[in-house]
């Protein structure tokens, strides 16, 4: 029996890569059926981009874990006939191809929730499923740099950088899940699903936030500034005696906290450096002065010294020392999983949790293609004979 806060939904899997695995992960990790669609083995179309199980297994993993796996040629009649047979049991369906790609199927939503109008059919696309650039192939980079992101990332000067993660993918797929549960409880007024669409370029535009708000309200252009904030100083990296040192002041009230324990007592008393903007019209001044003070003892030293004053701080890890953090260690963000070929092994869990709903019970490791294939046909009255012949057709 299923458990988790979700577990009585059941989620019709129709993604790939990154964006729309994220998505579906949300309801996997709570309980819900998953039941993931793949292309037969020996049919064309297969999973071989990045998150593909052979391009990168971990990955894979941490994408897929929670599923059930059933292979499915849609381009067949009989394909077809199974989606139809699911979609009517089902409460989410959702799919990140082109958008022109599942009109050409025939599982477009208008043709699904026509079998099962309470269905909440979900839609993850590069640019929009129309528009001058609704058929673009959508891929995060190129996301981060129409959306803006590159822009403002990187030191001044040095041109546009993506960020370290596939942030318009991810958020993509955690805004799709928002989208998809605000259409399920809007479903137990009307009793009807509807279509959640969302794209790469839309969710990182959404993320840009207070720069977004300095171009639309106050038409300035938001510049790179490095690991510094654009608004506030001092922020950003230091360097202590034995590393690095993330540093948060900001606010009047927090600068003359700094000062006093950098045992710089000057500054603080400089008119000239006041207030936030003062200082920001003085970045390298305040930077070099504080900078220089930050390398007179290591970054342990430093952050035990600053967070005593109110100072908010900390040390820059590598991924390894995150998982290595105690706090990280207390909080569980990781799950532990037991794998038939990898043996223990932990995956990157949620980052809420519910006080009355526990997720559900130990992750399952991802499927491999098809694993579940016979026994969802066979739940939707197909004998082993018939099994066997859409097989030998490549239908399943």
């Given at each position: 029996?299923?458990?988790?806060a979700?577990?009585?939904?059941?989620?019709?899997?129709?993604?790939?890569?990154?964006?729309?695995?994220?998505?579906?992960?949300?309801?996997?990790?709570?309980?819900?059926r998953?039941?993931k669609?793949?292309?037969?083995?020996?049919?064309?179309?297969?999973d071989d981009?990045?998150?593909?199980?052979?391009?990168?297994?971990?990955?894979?993993?941490?994408?897929h874990?929670?599923?059930?796996?059933?292979t499915?040629?849609?381009?067949?009649?009989?394909?077809?006939?199974?989606?139809?047979a699911?979609?009517?049991?089902?409460?989410?369906?959702?799919?990140?191809?082109?958008?022109d790609?599942?009109?050409?199927?025939?599982?477009?939503?208008?043709?699904?929730?026509?079998?099962?109008?309470?269905?909440?059919?979900?839609?993850?696309?590069?640019?929009g499923?129309?528009?001058?650039?609704a058929?673009?192939?959508g891929?995060?980079?190129i996301?981060?740099?129409?959306?803006g992101?590159?822009?403002?990332t990187?030191?001044?000067g040095?041109?546009p950088?993506?960020?370290g993660?596939p942030?318009?993918?991810?958020?993509?797929?955690?805004?799709?899940?928002?989208?998809?549960?605000?259409?399920?409880?809007e479903?137990?007024?009307?009793?009807?699903?509807?279509?959640?669409?969302?794209?790469?370029?839309?969710?990182?535009?959404?993320m840009?936030?207070?720069?977004?708000a300095?171009?639309?309200?106050d038409?300035?252009?938001p510049?790179?500034h490095?690991n510094?904030?654009?608004?506030?100083?001092?922020?950003?990296?230091?360097?202590?005696?034995?590393?690095?040192?993330?540093?948060?002041?900001i606010?009047?009230?927090?600068w003359?906290?700094?000062c006093?324990a950098?045992?710089?007592?000057?500054?603080?008393?400089?008119?000239?450096l006041?207030?936030?903007?003062?200082?920001?019209?003085?970045?390298e001044?305040?930077n070099?002065?504080i900078?220089?003070?930050?390398l007179?003892?290591?970054?342990?030293?430093?952050?035990?010294?600053?967070?005593?004053?109110?100072?908010?701080?900390?040390?820059?890890?590598?991924?390894?020392?995150?998982?290595a953090?105690?706090?990280?260690?207390?909080?569980?963000?990781?799950?532990?999983m037991?794998?038939?070929?990898?043996?223990?092994?932990?995956l990157?869990?949620q980052?809420?949790?519910?006080?009355?709903?526990?997720?559900?019970a130990?992750?399952?490791?991802?499927?491999?293609?098809?694993?579940?294939t016979?026994?969802?046909?066979?739940e939707?009255?197909?004998?082993?004979?018939?099994?066997?012949?859409?097989?030998?057709?490549?239908?399943?």
């Open positions: 029996m299923r458990t988790g979700l577990s009585r939904f059941t989620i019709l899997d129709a993604t790939r890569v990154r964006a729309g695995p994220t998505a579906v992960r949300v309801f996997a990790d709570q309980g819900a998953v039941i669609l793949e292309i037969p083995p020996g049919a064309p179309g297969g981009m990045i998150g593909g199980r052979e391009h990168n297994r971990a990955d894979y993993e941490n994408l874990r929670n599923k059930e796996s059933l499915l040629n849609m381009k067949e009649p009989e394909g077809l006939a199974i989606l139809h699911l979609v009517k049991q089902a409460d989410v369906f959702i799919e990140n191809y082109r958008p790609v599942k009109y050409r199927l025939g599982i477009g939503p208008e043709d699904l929730r026509a079998i099962n109008p309470r269905l909440v059919y979900a839609s993850i696309s590069g640019f499923q129309d528009g001058p650039y058929n673009w192939p891929f995060d980079s996301a981060q740099g129409m959306g992101l590159m822009s403002v990187g030191q001044p040095e041109g950088m993506r960020v993660i942030l318009a993918d991810l958020c993509a797929g955690h805004f799709c899940a928002q989208g998809i549960l605000s259409a399920l409880l479903r137990e007024v009307s009793g009807e699903g509807q279509w959640v669409q969302t794209s790469l370029l839309e969710s990182q535009i959404a840009l936030d207070f720069q977004a300095q171009w639309l309200i038409r300035k252009v510049q790179q490095g510094e904030h654009p608004l506030t100083v001092p922020t950003g990296v230091f360097k202590t005696a034995d590393g690095y040192l993330n540093l948060a002041a606010g009047n009230s927090m003359r906290r700094l006093e950098l045992e710089v007592p000057e500054l603080a008393a400089d008119p000239e006041g207030s936030d903007p003062q200082r920001c019209a003085q970045r001044r305040v070099g002065a900078g220089a003070a930050f007179k003892r290591t970054t342990a030293e430093w952050t035990e010294r600053l967070l005593k004053a109110g100072v908010p701080c900390g040390p820059i890890h590598r991924i390894d020392e995150v998982f953090d105690p706090q990280v260690q207390h909080l569980g963000i990781t799950w532990p037991q794998h038939p070929q990898m043996g223990e092994v932990s990157v869990g980052p809420f949790r519910l006080s009355r709903s526990p997720r559900a130990e992750p399952t490791p991802a499927p491999h293609q098809g694993d579940q016979d026994a969802i046909l066979r939707l009255g197909y004998d082993d004979a018939r099994i066997a012949e859409l097989r030998g057709k490549l239908v399943v």
